[in-house]
């Protein structure tokens, strides 16, 4: 069982930036390709970025691309989210999810709380 704790959420004016973190209690983190989604008020889940085990590959939602990074530190079992140029149709509940496919959009095995990013214009 994986347990990850999503952090770094909060306030931002539009065309501001953001850092999320993703801590997971998984000792075999590096197993895991992890994903970033995100839930706006009364909209679906969305994918948003997700990346392979080794961080040398990722895919990006075309709504975010250019503009969000994910990256993952193996060494601290933690995944990142840089938000730039943040707009207010960001706005939404970030969640981060492990699974043991690589580079899948949905279908992931396991998920966190989730950290609220609001985004004002």
């Known amino acids: 069982q994986v347990q990850l704790v999503e952090s770094g959420g909060g306030l931002v004016q539009a065309g501001g930036s953001l850092r999320l973190s993703c801590a997971a209690s998984e000792r075999a983190f590096s197993r895991y390709a992890m994903g970033w989604f995100r839930q706006a008020p009364g909209k679906e889940r969305e994918f948003v970025a997700t990346i392979s085990w080794s961080g040398h590959m990722t895919y990006y939602a075309d709504s975010v691309k250019g503009r969000f990074t994910i990256s993952r530190d193996n060494a601290k079992n933690t995944v990142y989210l840089q938000m730039d140029s943040l707009k207010s149709e960001d706005t939404a509940v970030y969640y981060c999810?492990?699974?043991?496919?690589?580079?899948?959009?949905?279908?992931?095995?396991?998920w966190g709380q989730g950290t609220q990013v609001t985004v004002s214009s």
């Open positions: 999810a492990a699974d043991v496919r690589l580079l899948t959009t949905d279908g992931y095995d396991y």
